[in-house]
């Protein structure tokens, strides 16, 4: 069971590594969005503030189609969904950072004990990178490209690059610790 936990470890860290480079490098961190200029974020940004600081920190769906004028707003267009936080903070939050890490280093664990429980019945290799890349795929497929699929609205390049980031990471933690942390079986 050490040998999980260190390959959790180092799973964790090389997930991590690969999240920075899809979202920590300024040439690939740009590609999955619209990036407006300065004038029109602030005019945005002093919109926000102006109509959604009193209701505070939350997602907004806008425009809200329960209602008659609602439903006419949303056919108009345009649409948004807005994370939005009443407060400012650093773009690179160090304590976030610290958190993913943690985060990944979590999910390797559960990965590794998944795999630690089929070591006995799924001995080679390639089988068991098999498993890492399809729970992968599955796992990304449930969790972040049915928000575009059941969310019509979304645009879809934005979810296909956090898709292709968190496949990317999942398959290269998962692939080393398979290939050196999980017991022979």
Do not use: C, E, K
């Not at 972040?144 to 968190?166: C, D, E, H, R």
């Amino acid at each position: 069971m050490i040998r999980i936990l260190i390959g959790s470890l180092v799973g964790g860290l090389a997930q991590f590594f690969v999240g920075f480079i899809f979202w920590g490098l300024p040439f690939l961190s740009r590609i999955p969005f619209t990036i407006a200029p300065d004038p029109q974020n602030a005019a945005v940004q002093t919109a926000l503030a102006q109509n959604l600081t009193a209701t505070g920190t939350g997602t907004y769906y806008v425009p809200w189609p329960d209602s008659a004028a609602g439903t006419v707003l949303h056919g108009r267009g345009p649409v948004a969904l807005i994370f939005f936080n009443t407060h400012g903070f650093a773009p690179m939050d160090p304590s976030s950072l610290v958190v993913g890490l943690i985060l990944s280093v979590a999910t390797m664990l559960l990965l590794g004990l998944a795999l630690h429980a089929i070591a006995a019945r799924v001995l080679d290799f390639p089988s068991r990178a098999r498993i890492v890349v399809l729970t992968g795929i599955a796992t990304v497929l449930y969790f972040t490209i049915a928000a575009p699929v059941y969310n019509f609205y979304m645009p879809w390049g934005y979810w296909i690059y956090l898709a292709l980031s968190q496949l990317v990471g999942w398959v290269v933690g998962g692939l080393i610790l398979a290939r050196w942390f999980v017991p022979r079986g």
